[in-house]
């Protein structure tokens, strides 16, 4: 009995992320461009849902990008090559959105990362006719929020002229 108690226990404490029963926002891209000599790359999109007021409390929400094949964007999950930036909304009252978006690469998976800019960027986004993102938000009681993905095409950001 002692067993099953415990075996009760463990199951429900590991339950503890609640569906959050949000809806899943439609990103819809608009435009791309790179800030002054930085390498970072404001990203335009709209979405059809309220993404900054999405939960009362968050511990960290942005958008991220895959710049391979990698579409798995969890946080337990290292995308090699990918993209983040957090999000702004650009008015009051409207559902329109810029993130500021710096690529990196992880190296040798010890958590250490380069900055990709210029000539460092360029094969990736040349590989590709777009790169994949979505908007996700951690939240201290539910489960974590993805949007639907967006498609960025790479000659937006190839346009935006690479970084040096």
């Known amino acids: ?14 339950a503890c992320s609640l569906n959050h029963g949000r809806p899943v926002a439609n990103l819809e891209y608009t435009k791309t461009e790179r800030l002054r000599n930085t390498g970072i790359y404001q ?18 929400q942005g958008l991220i990008c895959s710049l391979t094949d990698d579409l798995d964007f969890s946080q337990s999950h290292q995308i090699k090559q990918s993209g983040f930036g957090f999000v702004e909304r ?14 990196d690469e992880s190296v040798d998976g010890k958590g250490e990362e380069r900055r990709l800019k210029g000539e460092t960027l360029a094969p990736f986004l040349t590989a590709r006719d777009a790169i994949s993102c ?14 639907n993905v967006m498609h ?8 935006s002229g690479p970084a040096q």
Do not use: C
């Open 1 to 14: 009995m002692r067993m099953l108690s415990l075996l009760v226990l463990i199951l429900m404490a590991s």
């Open 43 to 60: 990203v335009y999109f709209s979405s059809d849902v309220e993404l900054l007021g999405l939960f009362k409390s968050s511990i960290g």
């Open 90 to 103: 650009l008015s009051a009252n409207s559902l329109l959105y810029r993130a500021d978006v710096i690529f």
């Open 134 to 147: 979505v908007f996700r938000v951690h939240s201290t009681t539910y489960k974590t929020y993805f949007s």
């Open 152 to 159: 960025i095409p790479s000659a937006d950001l190839l346009k």
